[in-house]
């Protein structure tokens, strides 16, 4: 398969590799994209641990929480513009499609869009009407709710509705108590986008193969094959640091992680506190919009 520039691009603004680097690897993997950002992680080049050049959808997260605390939920909604995610009309909509996650008792997506909505039918015929009003395509992308007995939940709004947290946590106390706590573990999530909760919840395949990577890096800086064995344990409990919520530093104070802040909050108010459940939405991510070239558009529709 070609490698063209437009990838070599792609690729080096995903890792911040070099160049030649980037085209290397996308020669090695035959152009496949995510198997050149694996090889540029085995070899240590690349800067960035997660895809993200692709994220480009427009839209709106937004959550909604029962008065104690007791209950949560999150949706996206995505548009073809920025401009439209902006639309007072369109945020209305996301908000009372929040609000009707929380409340409505749907088990999935197409019990979901069946709901009633407001005087307008249900929730797929609300989306329609919407559609045809505001004249751009809109979808319904996903929702999630939380109740858990004995559970609190909070959470953060980042960008206006870019970034959406939610998180859970087991204890007595009441969702005031529990607040400003709930908060800042949210912020956290927001802007470290931990990938597990805990080292109990982390994905065995995935952990597989980042034992992988660090195999490969470490052969690739030189060590010996029978060192490996020891060496790696200690590089997984390193990454686990930064992917599990409860293990990362925390933001507001990096001398504490995570559970240590949780505990020193739990010790203030006398009531234990565990955090039991964390979701991050964030507009658009996994999904690749196509690039228009307008100036062709333009062009076509000219005769030219």
């Known amino acids: 398969m070609a490698v063209t520039a437009k990838d070599v691009k792609e690729l080096r603004e995903m890792t911040g590799a070099g160049m030649m680097d980037c085209k290397n690897a996308l020669v090695e993997a035959d152009g496949d994209m995510d198997k050149a950002v694996e090889i540029l992680r085995e070899k240590g080049l690349s800067k960035a641990a997660k895809k993200a050049g692709r994220i480009a959808a427009m839209g709106l997260v ?46 999935d997506m197409d019990a979901f869009m069946a709901l009633p909505f407001e005087g307008e039918g249900t929730v797929q015929d609300a989306l329609t009407n919407k559609i045809a009003k505001i004249g751009e395509n809109m979808s319904i992308r996903r929702f999630e709710k939380f109740e858990k007995p004995g559970n609190k939940y909070v959470g953060y709004i980042h960008g206006g509705g870019q970034i959406g947290v939610i998180v859970g946590m087991e204890t007595e106390a009441s969702a005031d108590e529990v607040e400003v706590c709930g908060k800042d573990v949210a912020m956290q999530v927001a802007s470290m986008s931990p990938k597990f909760l805990d080292e109990t919840e ?78 991050r939405y964030e507009v658009g991510e996994g999904i690749e919009k196509k690039e228009e070239d307008f100036a062709a558009e333009v062009a076509a529709q000219m005769g030219k």
């Open 62 to 107: 937004r959550t909604a929480f029962a008065e104690d605390g007791s209950s949560a939920a999150i949706v996206e909604v995505n548009s073809e513009t920025d401009f439209v995610a902006k639309n007072e009309e369109f945020i209305g909509f996301v908000e009372a499609l929040a609000q009707l996650a929380l409340n409505g008792g749907a088990a």
């Open 202 to 279: 982390v994905d065995q395949d995935w952990l597989e193969g980042e034992k992988k990577i660090a195999r490969e890096q470490l052969l690739n800086e030189g060590k010996k094959e029978e060192l490996l064995d020891k060496i790696i344990p200690g590089k997984v409990k390193a990454i686990l640091k930064e992917v599990c919520l409860v293990d990362q530093k925390f933001v507001k104070d990096s001398d504490l992680t995570v559970q240590q802040y949780v505990e020193g909050v739990a010790k203030e108010i006398g009531k234990d506190i565990k955090l039991t459940s964390m979701i």
